[in-house]
């Protein structure tokens, strides 16, 4: 099979996909990554490009946003926590 499309069912746009060499190699790649997330029961952190995230459907489950949020304010706590026991 030489080439196969993607369908956007928003913008109701179809892109034709050649399989070249390279392609295949990518997806073989993911296809071994993506079993390894699945089989450590570990959710995967949120991307930081956010461009991607416009179109995606599973946004109002991940909430990227307020993920991101949470991890800063953690972060701020746990520097805060770690300086204040340091005293002068
Ligand atoms: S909203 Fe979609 S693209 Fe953005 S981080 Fe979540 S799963 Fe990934």
Known sequence: MPEGALFYATTKRRVNVTFDPDLR???????????????????????PHRSRCRACSLIELCR?????????????????AATAEEGP
Request: zero cysteines.
């Open 25 to 47: 190699a990518l997806t073989e790649a993911t296809a071994v990554e993506l079993a390894a997330v699945l089989s450590s029961g570990i959710t995967p952190p949120p991307t």
């Open 64 to 80: 990227p946003d307020s993920m991101a949020r949470a991890v800063r304010a953690w972060r701020r706590r746990q520097v805060e």
